[in-house]
């Protein structure tokens, strides 16, 4: 089936741990996302990438970084710089021509040991 | 960044009940989407919206584009308990490096008593 598969499901980390979020989708589509959703907000992007090896900064970039080495993946790390890393992480992609929605993965919940 | 202000943040109502939403925003967007999440799982979208005034319908979802471009309304009618969730607005300006980013707005959480 085709779709976005985000893993792990849920993920814990040690303070001053680096981790790293999978993203990878088979939709054939240019564009990916991160987001990042606190309850009771709604979702702040991260990073995004239009075309592989080319990668944008979002609203809240600070602590994390990206990679797009290939069309289907765009796995996010968040480092230990990010000093409030617990929320759940969503992965999105879409078709890069106008006004093409963005379809979501499943998300990963990252927590603090 | 650009803020989506939708309301109401929560909604507590009997099955069968209609359900209105809305987000209204400083500036103009050329889309308007509107997503479903339940607990635990990503957004799902609803209904998109591509042009001003445009009115959509989804099953027992309608959603409009308001003619201003600047708000979007989406309605549910006769609920259901399967309806729970929290449902978010999105707009999208498209263009340049800005080209399929969408501002969110902060979710509507709907619970529906049977």
């Known amino acids: 089936d085709g779709g976005i598969t985000q893993s792990p499901k849920y993920l814990f980390r040690k303070e001053g741990q680096n981790v790293t979020l999978s993203c990878e989708q088979n939709l054939n589509h240019d564009a990916m996302y991160w987001y990042r959703q606190d309850p009771g907000q709604g979702l702040r992007l991260i990073y995004y990438s239009q075309i592989v090896n080319d990668f944008q900064k979002g609203d809240i970039a600070e602590g994390y970084s990206v990679s797009r080495e290939k069309k289907e993946s765009f796995p996010l790390t968040v480092t230990s710089a990010q000093k409030n890393p617990t929320a759940f992480y969503l992965c999105?992609?879409?078709?890069?021509?106008?006004?093409?929605?963005?379809?979501f993965g499943d998300g990963t919940r990252l927590s603090i040991l | 960044g650009q803020q989506l202000n939708q309301s109401p943040q929560s909604m507590f109502i009997q099955e069968g009940e209609d359900v209105s939403m809305n987000c209204t925003s400083s500036?103009?967007?050329?889309?308007w989407l509107w997503y479903k999440q339940d607990p635990g799982e990503g957004p799902v979208l609803l209904i998109a919206l591509y042009k001003a005034g445009e009115l959509t319908s989804n099953g027992r979802l309608t959603a409009q584009f308001g003619i201003t471009r600047k708000d979007s309304f989406l309605n549910i009618s006769a609920s259901i308990p399967s309806d729970v969730g929290i449902y978010f607005c999105?707009?999208?300006?498209?263009?340049?490096?800005?080209?399929?980013?969408?501002?969110f707005g902060q979710g509507t959480i709907l619970t529906v008593h049977p």
């Open positions: 999105a707009g999208q300006i498209g263009g340049g490096t800005s080209y399929g980013k969408l501002t």
């Open positions: 500036s103009i967007f050329n889309t």
């Open positions: 999105a992609s879409s078709i890069l021509t106008a006004n093409q929605p963005q379809h």
